[in-house]
């Protein structure tokens, strides 16, 4: 499993685009070329909300850009018991819940399989930034992931359009891992963290992402 994880610390952010991209409810509406652009158009929207956010503050710290966007930070130990493992969640209209306990056993693999590459960055952190990012997905319509719609069917000139939902992970992801400097994809840890809760699942999703990815790019 920690060759798995180091495995996918080499995809790229468009890599792991495709696999969430394969998990939004109407994916199959979109042909490859739009899929690609949403891709990368998404990506680029999570990256500039994050420099944006650079170059206003420059923090190092993500407790300070907590802070300065009026979010409130709540901790729990474990959400278990649900039949989905949260490792965080966004409530409306500015508070983020961790789930500590969840994240702290990742952290503990990281040091078990001894990832170099993960050692000095926060879990935490990553997933925090991820929220952040759900606060202005909410709080900015203007964003990309907000405007761009799909036509889903349309009769003479009234037309059904709808958003997707993978839009706003996909730049979710660029967003953290540009706001954190990561030199990898914060979706490792869609992974990494789920592996000590359910092994089965983690090796499935592993095997999804891998499979998600077109031959060709
Ligand atoms: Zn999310």
């Known amino acids: 499993m920690k060759e798995k994880i180091e495995y996918l610390m080499k995809l790229s952010d468009k890599e792991f685009g495709y696999y969430i991209f394969s998990h939004d409810p109407i994916h199959n509406k979109v042909d490859e070329k739009l899929k690609e652009e ?6 680029e929207c999570g990256r500039e909300v994050a420099e944006g956010l650079k170059i206003k503050y420059g923090f190092k710290n993500i ?10 930070l709540c901790t729990k ?5 649900l039949e989905y493992i949260y490792f965080g969640t966004y409530q409306k209209p ?24 993960l050692k000095n960055v926060e879990l ?9 990012f759900h606060h202005f997905q909410e709080h900015d319509k203007s964003l990309y992931i907000n405007t761009n719609k799909i036509t889903l069917w349309s009769i003479g000139k009234f037309k059904y359009r709808s958003r997707l939902v993978a839009q706003d992970e996909i730049a979710g992801m660029a967003f953290a891992k540009e706001l954190l400097e990561l030199d990898f994809s914060p979706n490792v840890l869609d ?17 999804n992402i891998i499979n998600s990815i077109p031959k060709k790019i």
């Open 38 to 43: 949403i891709i990368e158009k998404s990506l």
């Open 191 to 207: 992974v990494l963290l789920l592996y000590p809760h359910d092994k089965d699942l983690a090796i499935e999703i592993y095997e």
């Open 94 to 117: 500015n508070k983020i819940t961790i789930y500590t306990d969840n994240i702290k056993l990742g952290t503990d693999l990281i040091e078990e399989w001894d990832l170099v590459r």
């Open 77 to 81: 130990d474990t959400n278990s018991g």
């Open 63 to 72: 407790v300070e850009y907590l802070k300065v966007l009026d979010l409130e």
């Open 124 to 132: 935490q952190d990553i997933v925090i930034a991820h929220e952040i």
